[in-house]
């Protein structure tokens, strides 16, 4: 499955409507994926990343997505994060 086990049309549908927002966080040493959620609360669903060449790898349930830092994270922020409608830090 795309991006996580519960991430059907209808929940992604759901959660856009309540104001949730796609945001891209450039990675690095200092701010890693798992700091990013943090960051957030856990309030975010990974969806994508894209490699310094451009590549893009798209999250599923099956394989984990791993960015790296120097890689850019692509993830839709719930309404709940506490960073919603702020400036990013990563």
Do not use: W
């Amino acid at each position: 499955m795309l991006f996580e086990e519960n991430a059907t049309y209808a929940r992604l549908h759901e959660l856009i409507k309540q104001g949730a927002e796609l945001r891209s966080a450039h990675l690095h040493d200092e701010v890693d994926l798992e700091q990013y959620c943090e960051l957030h609360d856990d309030k975010l669903m990974a969806l994508f990343c894209i490699d310094a060449n451009g590549r893009i790898r798209v999250a599923n349930s099956e394989i984990p997505l791993d960015p790296q830092p120097g890689e850019t994270l692509i993830s839709l922020v719930y309404p709940e994060s506490p960073l919603l409608g702020r400036e990013e830090y990563a």
